[in-house]
């Protein structure tokens, strides 16, 4: 199957307002026309039809990523324009979209593309929910029935043959390809529109697909993961400090700091969803200044260079891998504690431990090691 995606764009606009053409004009930092390419790349080949006096802003604006197609003085002829360049082509199903569109959601585009497996002809549309009147100088001069009216949209989608077919039949002024299909005879499935997918015509059509196109942004998730490992040795001691809680032991751990392992291997989680390295980077052993820190230092930097970057932690998830101490009894008060620095709910942070079934170092009680997983949302 391969699959043309035919732009109409060469229309003036006269409706949106004095200036340039409707879809030259900016939209959230870009012309209108850039959206509605971008919404249709990689699903087929992209036609873009123009203006002949605008070849030009279509050649800055995309290069040789489209074919541009000269239009002519009404859709219908811009629309034939384009299919006349796909004859004699390899395209069996082609989508024809106004590029005064720019908004349309890639579920709609699905859609069309899916029903034409069944379908000669499909095309989307919103039923009619409001009531509708008649009216003449502003009055009310009658009610209409609104059951079984759809409001249209494109991209409208055909079987090429089908199409080239239909057009070449139909005498012209067709407000719609699914007017020239139907002409033709083609049954046209209806899929489902989208209110998003509004086609820019009045001057207050602009704010509104600016508000969508903000949505959107707003809703777009930036989620980045870390994990983090790390190892300390058993020494001398009576006590090891995990995640925050001093544990009475046997041994104690040795490190430069508070040797604190649990709390380094989440730090080191936050840093790596960061990029930004790890503990050793930020706090050089080497500095005399960290020996016995106590490693809240360490977490609390972490977190607030997550926030600086505008993150904030979604949960975390630390795991102990030791024979002793047991970590059971005390890791609800782990998880408070990490929860307290992080300022975070103690519902998102998971401590917990596990033994290494008496293998290898931490099997033998030579040290404890430490995972730790850590999501964080772009805010
Ligand atoms: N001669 C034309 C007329 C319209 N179109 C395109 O068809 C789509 C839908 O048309 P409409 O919203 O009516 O656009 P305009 O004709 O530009 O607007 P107006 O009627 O307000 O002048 C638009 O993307 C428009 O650029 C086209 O390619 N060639
Ligand atoms: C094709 C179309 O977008 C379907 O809604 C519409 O018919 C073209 O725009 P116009 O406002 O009717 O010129």
């Known amino acids: 199957m391969t699959v043309a995606v035919i732009i109409v764009a060469a229309g003036r606009g006269t409706r949106a307002g004095a200036g340039e053409p409707k879809q030259w004009r900016m939209l959230a930092g870009e012309p209108v026309l850039a959206h509605t ?38 859709r219908d002829a811009s629309v034939r324009a384009a299919l006349g360049c796909l004859e004699g082509s390899d395209v069996t199903r082609v989508l024809i979209h106004d590029g005064a569109r720019p908004l349309v959601p890639a579920g709609v585009i699905r859609e069309v593309l899916a029903a034409l497996d069944d379908a000669p002809a499909a095309a989307p549309a919103l039923a009619v929910t409001d009531a509708l009147w008649r009216g003449a100088h502003g009055l009310v001069t009658g009610t209409q029935d609104r059951s079984g009216l759809y409001r249209a949209q494109t991209p409208q989608g055909f079987r090429l043959p089908d199409i ?11 407000a719609d390809d ?19 997918n509004l086609k820019i015509t009045w001057p207050r059509d602009f704010a509104r697909a600016e508000a969508i196109l903000k949505l959107r942004k707003d809703h777009e998730m930036d989620i980045r993961t870390g994990n983090g490992f790390d190892v300390h040795a058993f020494t001398e001691g009576d006590h090891v400090t995990l995640c925050g809680v001093k544990v009475p032991h046997t041994r104690g751990l040795l490190g430069h700091s508070d040797a604190d392992v649990g709390m380094h291997a989440l730090t080191d989680a936050i840093y790596g969803a960061l990029a930004e390295g790890d503990i050793g980077r930020h706090f050089p052993p080497s500095d005399p200044q960290w020996k016995g820190a106590a490693s809240r230092i360490f977490l609390e930097h972490a977190v607030r260079l997550a926030a600086e970057r505008g993150y904030r932690i979604s949960n975390c998830d630390v795991t102990l891998i030791c024979e002793r ?30 033994t290494s079934e008496r293998l290898g170092f931490t099997g033998r009680e030579e040290g404890i090691a430490a995972i730790a997983t850590v999501t964080l949302i772009g805010e």
Request: proline content about 5%.
């Open 178 to 196: 699914v007017e020239v299909a139907r002409a033709a005879g083609l049954p046209v499935h209806i899929t489902e529109g989208a209110e998003d």
């Open 164 to 174: 080239l077919a239909a057009y070449r039949a139909h005498p012209g002024g067709a």
């Open 37 to 74: 390419v971008r919404a249709f790349r990689g699903v087929g080949r992209i036609l873009v039809v123009l203006h002949p006096e605008d070849m030009r802003l279509g050649l800055d604006l995309f290069g040789g990523t489209v074919t541009l197609v000269a239009g002519g003085a009404a």
């Open 325 to 354: 101490p047991k970590v059971g009894p005390h890791a609800l008060d782990m998880g408070t504690a990490l929860a307290g620095i992080m300022g975070i709910e103690t519902g998102r942070v998971s401590v917990k431990a596990t």
